[in-house]
């Protein structure tokens, strides 16, 4: 397994937008699925899905909480997976954990199909 790297994070005020990066030194993304993932800090928030994309870029999955704010992408050199949000609102405190799904090759939204994780990287937004 390749050590995941989120960066990006920070405090933002809403209607604010952030982008989220997701590397693994070294290693170039291939089929497998990248994916997005957030643990908000309310007491017994589970992790939910965000967003999953597969290695070529070709497919992406979104949350309904997410559709239409939230851009997960892959750069050209498939070294670095991207979460653009924009229209950041409170609701979106989270830790933000970038994650890799080696064994399928279609964007899933399951946390269970995940085998790779980062350390996260905090998202806190203010009213």
């Known amino acids: 397994q390749v050590p995941l790297v989120e960066s990006g994070g920070g405090l933002v005020q809403a209607g604010d937008s952030l982008r989220l990066s997701c590397t693994a030194s070294?290693?170039?993304?291939?089929?497998?699925?990248m994916g997005w993932f957030r643990q908000a800090p309310e007491p017994g928030k589970e992790r939910e899905f965000v967003a999953a994309i597969s290695g070529s870029g070709g497919r992406t999955l979104y949350s309904d909480s997410v559709k239409g704010r939230f851009t997960i992408s892959i750069d050209n050199a498939k070294t670095t997976v991207y979460l653009e949000m924009n229209s950041l609102t409170p609701d979106d405190t989270a830790v933000y954990y970038c994650a890799g799904d080696v064994f399928d090759t279609i964007p899933s939204a399951s946390l269970e199909n995940y085998d790779t994780w980062g350390q996260g990287t905090q998202v806190t937004v203010s009213s």
């Open positions: 070294g290693y170039t993304f291939g089929r497998e699925i």
